[in-house]
């Protein structure tokens, strides 16, 4: 979990040409994906770029001038690294801790159309025909009818290229270019390919787009790397079959959930033996950080197999697991903080109906991160808790009571607003630190 306070010094250096045409495909291309705020950043570290790339600022005067919280601060930085638009460095100088970004130029149009995840990405958030439109708009036009009677470079200054001149040209520095920041991914694509050539003679055309977006998200759900993906979907492809319906995601998805690593969850200190199914829920501000670290690093059948301590999980808990990434499309963070909520919740069992609820709920909320899922559930659970006290008030300032349903396997509120109040103590914008 990064924690950033807003006294915090940054410097901020463009590692590339940024035109002001740029603008314009941040805005139309880029804005979509990654929203205002990721773009007004972009644009406001810009800025401080262009006045000295060697000067330190203080993030509490570009917050101030954003009026933004640390909070959404960054979450804008982070979908900014996510699309390769900057990149981000740390270091500690005698306690104080500084921060080195580094702004990059975005794709061409025509780089950006040809990237399978991120013109992806535009047909899922803007819907296939306005995505169309934009690619028609950025679309090469034709060349003019006739003869191209255009004048060669040689024909017009007949260059003498034993001159020590053009010695002289190859021996000089390169200027800046149009350097760009890859994508970090999960899951690379190129890996899978090249593993896919050494257990196979299947070709990278041979999928669709919409079968290679269903593997990387079925590997990333359940923490297979790119080699084991690739044996996997070598022998489910069906050759005969039509593009597009060659895979056999059943198999694959059984044999992907039947593939997962355990052996590393012993480092989370679970207890293997236990025979309690109640989850210990930490308390302490260090413990808090590292849990929250751990719901952002691990796959939700990762996260349930420590839940359980240590215990793999069964065949209906994975189908819930998968419903909610398939359907939701929610990420894997944001996953396990409903697995563990519903557990603590109904009687730990892992319900669809339930964890269904839950998720329609964050995904109209527009929660994308364990932090804020886990702030929305512990305002949901003390609302709850009002109503059924009598203290909640309608507009009209009337107490609503209901009859409350007991449940003794519950976690009682109190716990459970302590334990996120400890983490929203670090994550709240408004007082400095996230």
Do not use: C
């Not at 950043?41 to 509490?60: D, G, V």
């Amino acid at each position: 979990m990064v924690i950033l306070n807003s006294n915090d010094v940054f410097t901020v250096r463009v590692s590339t040409l940024i035109a002001d045409y740029d603008r314009e495909t941040i805005t139309n291309l880029y804005q979509p994906l990654i929203g205002y705020a990721s773009i007004a950043l972009y644009f406001s570290l810009w800025s401080e770029a262009s006045k000295n790339q060697n000067q330190a600022f203080n993030h509490e005067t570009l917050l101030a001038k954003m009026q933004i919280s640390v909070g959404e601060f960054l979450k804008a930085r982070k979908r900014l690294e996510a699309v390769g638009l900057l990149k981000t460095y740390s270091e500690n100088n005698m306690g104080l801790k500084s921060y080195h970004y580094e702004l990059f130029a975005p794709k061409s149009p025509d780089e950006f159309f040809n990237d399978t995840l991120l013109y992806g990405l535009l047909i899922n958030y803007l819907g296939e025909e306005d995505a169309k439109k934009l690619n028609h708009y950025y679309s090469v036009k034709s060349s003019p009818k006739g003869e191209d009677i255009s004048a060669s470079f040689k024909e017009v200054f007949h260059p003498d290229f034993e001159s020590k001149a053009f010695i002289k040209a190859l021996n000089n520095n390169p200027g800046i270019g149009r350097n760009r920041a890859k994508m970090k991914l999960d899951f690379n694509l190129e890996t899978f390919f090249n593993s896919l050539n050494e257990v196979s003679q299947i070709s990278s055309d041979a999928f669709s787009k919409t079968e290679l977006k269903e593997i990387m998200r079925l590997a990333s759900l359940n923490g297979v790397d790119e080699a084991n993906a690739a044996s996997v979907v070598a022998d489910s492809f069906i050759p005969t079959n039509a593009k597009g319906k060659r895979v056999d995601f059943e198999k694959v998805t059984k044999v992907f959930q039947e593939e997962t690593n355990y052996s590393y969850l012993s480092s989370f200190n679970v207890n293997k033996n236990s025979s309690s199914s109640k989850v210990n829920y930490v308390s302490s501000n260090g413990m808090l950080a590292q849990k929250v670290n751990m719901m952002e690093s691990v796959t939700p059948v990762e996260y349930l197999t420590i839940l359980q301590g240590g215990i793999s999980p069964a065949s209906a808990d994975l189908n819930v697991i998968d419903n909610l990434s398939k359907k939701f499309k929610l990420p894997n963070s944001v996953i396990n903080v409903i697995i563990e909520y519903s557990l603590m919740k109904n009687n730990n069992i892992l319900s669809k109906n339930y964890t269904e609820k839950i998720a329609a709920s964050l995904v109209r909320s527009g929660i994308t991160t364990a932090l804020d899922a886990m702030n929305y559930l512990r305002q949901t659970s003390k609302k709850k808790k009002d109503i059924e006290e009598g203290n909640y008030k309608g507009k009209d300032d009337t107490s609503i009571k209901i009859k409350s349903k007991e449940d003794t396997n519950d976690i009682s509120d109190e716990e459970w607003n302590n334990l996120i109040s400890e983490l929203m103590e670090q994550g709240d914008g408004s007082d400095g630190k996230a």
